[in-house]
């Protein structure tokens, strides 16, 4: 009866050992792929922050930085797909691969994945979204949310780890060999000032003076001719109450009275009055 069972059950153990396997198999090659664990919009701010505060120190100073940087361009996983991206305008972004159009960056992301994955750095091992602690994409990715209680409870020496860590980091791509100490020392100070400075309960909140969230850019867009609208209708009111000409017929009862008064003139130029506190036009 034993035997029996144990015949029995074997197919069983043997198909759950191979779709365990194949489970294993699945999820090694999902961590294994770059793609799953990179995440694009994080590696994104990452990279903005670099063309901004990084690469244009270095171009300033006719300068590159250190081959092995992890922070060089050329390491970027994504930098081939990055480079082949062209905005047309906010809601056109095109592939330049193929020619395909998109009406949001995310699809186009999206089409990267699905059609030209194979266009990612091949051997680069550098995800910038690794570098999130350092660039802040926390602080970029909740430019509206008020952080109230994070700044509250930031903890200074988590803070100053991570900014040994971010200078490490810059000096390691410090071009070699042909600068001297002090211009070494200087670029060290630029390339280091948006970043690694920040990284302090102080300053570490603070966006770039130029950094303005697109939802304010939206609400201006909208608001601001609805103002400028109301502004006008505004003055044109006191304009037409203080100045404009139109007949007032103080005392309808005694219309024909003023109308013999006045020595027969037309009804126009009977009635019409000058608002000027209701006083009646003298001419
Ligand atoms: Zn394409």
Redesign the pocket.
């Known amino acids: 009866m034993v035997l029996l069972k144990n015949k029995l059950s074997r197919p069983w153990i043997i198909l759950l050992y191979s779709l365990e396997s194949a489970l294993f198999l699945m999820h090694c090659i999902q961590t294994a792929d770059p793609k799953s664990h990179c995440s694009r919009p994080l590696s994104r701010i990452v990279r903005n922050q670099l063309t901004e505060q990084f690469y244009n120190v270095f171009q300033a100073k006719n300068q590159e930085p250190h081959i092995k940087c992890p922070l060089h361009s050329s390491r970027d996983l994504y930098s081939v797909q990055e480079g082949n991206k062209i905005e047309e305008y906010a809601s056109k972004w095109v592939?330049n691969?193929?020619g395909?159009a998109f009406y949001a960056e995310h699809y186009l992301d999206l089409?990267f994945d699905n059609?030209?994955s194979d266009k990612l750095v091949k051997g680069s091992t550098v995800c910038l979204a690794d570098f999130c602690d350092i660039f802040r994409c926390d602080v970029f990715e909740n430019q509206r949310k008020d952080n109230f209680w994070k700044k509250k409870l930031c903890k200074e020496n988590k803070l100053i780890v991570r900014k040994k860590r971010c200078e490490a980091l810059m000096r390691s791509c410090l071009p070699q060999g042909n600068l001297s100490v002090e211009e070494e020392f200087k670029l060290f100070e630029e390339i280091s000032s948006n970043t690694c400075s920040l990284l302090n309960c102080k300053d570490y909140w603070e966006l770039p003076s130029n950094e303005i969230s697109p939802w304010k850019v939206v609400f201006y867009a909208v608001v601001t001719p609805f103002f400028f609208m109301a502004l006008i209708v505004y003055y044109y009111a006191i304009w037409d109450y203080y100045y404009g000409d139109y007949p007032l017929y103080s005392n309808i009862g005694s219309r024909e009275e003023e109308e013999n008064v006045s020595g027969g003139y037309g009804l126009t130029s009977t009635h019409l009055r000058k608002r000027y506190g209701g006083r009646a036009l003298m001419y």
Do not use: D, M, V
């Open positions: 592939c691969l193929c395909k089409h059609r030209h």
